[in-house]
């Protein structure tokens, strides 16, 4: 019987699944991560002064208190992150559902388990991720 040539990306892809044993506690502790960031959001809208309806009643338009405005920025800040949290999370549970949980989006090699452990949220590999930003930092120096 004659063996049918693979080339080595298929053959990498056939092989590479976590088991389920090590993705069903990542999915729960990314789903778990990920209620709670969507709580946080949700918490942050309504401290938002910007957010606050009767916030024009007591101010004037061009008298903002820069506390405000301050307390504004910050709350923007932390939303900013949390959204980013949550696309990242959500992108890993469709990761895990597909079976690709734990395998580098961009060069389809595992990512290294101890990174797992510390961002379980990733999909990228290290060397990958520091390749993407620093292409990222070039285009937005030039
Ligand atoms: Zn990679």
Same mark, same amino acid.
């Given at each position: 019987m004659k063996k049918k040539a693979t080339t080595s990306e298929s053959r990498?892809?056939?092989?590479l699944r976590l088991p389920q044993e090590v993705l069903r506690p990542v999915q !729960?502790? +990314?789903q778990? @991560? +990920? =209620?709670? +960031? +969507? #709580?946080? @959001?949700? &918490?942050l809208k309504k401290s938002d002064p910007f957010a606050n309806p009767d916030r024009t009643l007591d101010n004037a #338009? /061009? /008298?903002? /208190? #820069? &506390?405000?405005?301050? !307390? =504004?920025?910050q709350t923007e800040a932390i939303q900013k992150h949390i959204r980013m949290r949550i696309i990242q999370i959500r992108k890993a549970l469709a990761r895990v559902k597909i079976g690709k949980y734990g395998i580098c989006e961009r060069c389809g090699r595992f990512i290294d388990t101890r990174r797992l452990m510390m961002f379980p949220e990733t999909t990228l590999?290290? @060397?990958?991720e520091r390749e993407l930003r620093a292409k990222k930092k070039s285009? &937005? !120096? #030039?």
């Open positions: 990498w892809t056939k092989n !729960g502790f +990314l778990a @991560e +990920l =209620h709670r +960031l +969507l #709580a946080k @959001e949700k &918490a #338009a /061009d /008298d903002t /208190d #820069a &506390a405000e405005q301050f !307390g =504004h920025a590999g290290v @060397e990958c285009k &937005a !120096g #030039a």
